[in-house]
């Protein structure tokens, strides 16, 4: 009997554990996601803070893992940002830091045109509760869905809108460093 339970116990120490997920403000991040048939990797999750409050958990999924934030944004490979709100946020606010966003990290002769395509997607954003989980999603030839528990999914069509979405997060000014630095795997 003592030899069976020490080949169990050698069986069970010995098989690998299956990876977990990675776990960031209380919220996991699965290790990789499926997006319209293709495969994504977990690249690197962390807190979006607003002075020292924390907003949302957000992890950054990618075709191919990289630590090069003008690389990620220029490929033309499917991603994903997953929030998952720590605290409520109102859509005016949601709206109003995108618009933020585009205009620190995406200036030019486009903005404008960016930015009337960042209205469309106000259907998709609602007011966001603890707990609830919004999804910005780039797939090439499809476009970038935005998507929220409550709010009825958009898809905006052209890499142009999908990079300035993800210059929010990953631009020269986003609007938190850190999570930056944790999305690309700091």
């Known amino acids: ?12 120490v010995a098989a690998p554990a299956p990876a977990p997920a990675r ?8 290790d990789a996601v499926s997006v319209s048939g293709h495969d994504l990797r977990l690249n690197g999750a962390g807190i979006r803070k607003k002075l020292f409050v924390k907003v949302y958990a957000g992890g950054l999924y990618l075709a191919r893992p990289s630590r090069d934030a003008a690389a990620i944004v220029a ?15 109102d859509k005016g606010k949601i709206l109003d830091t ?17 930015l ?3 209205d469309r997607i106000a ?5 966001m509760r603890r707990g609830g989980e919004m999804f910005v999603t780039y797939v090439p030839g499809e476009g970038t869905t935005v998507a929220a528990a409550g709010g009825a999914p958009v898809t905006v069509e052209g890499k142009e809108f999908a990079d300035a979405m993800f210059r929010n997060w990953l631009g020269p000014k986003p609007a938190d460093g850190d999570l930056k630095a944790a999305l690309l795997g700091g």
């Open 1 to 12: 009997m003592r030899r069976l339970l020490a080949a169990v116990v050698a069986v069970a």
């Open 23 to 30: 776990e960031v403000g209380g919220v996991d991040f699965p």
């Open 75 to 89: 490929a033309d490979e499917p991603k994903r940002v997953r929030m998952v709100f720590l605290r409520d946020v």
């Open 98 to 114: 995108y618009r933020e966003g585009f205009r620190a990290n995406s200036a030019g002769p486009a903005l404008d045109a960016l």
């Open 116 to 118: 009337a395509k960042l």
């Open 123 to 127: 259907p998709a954003i609602v007011d």
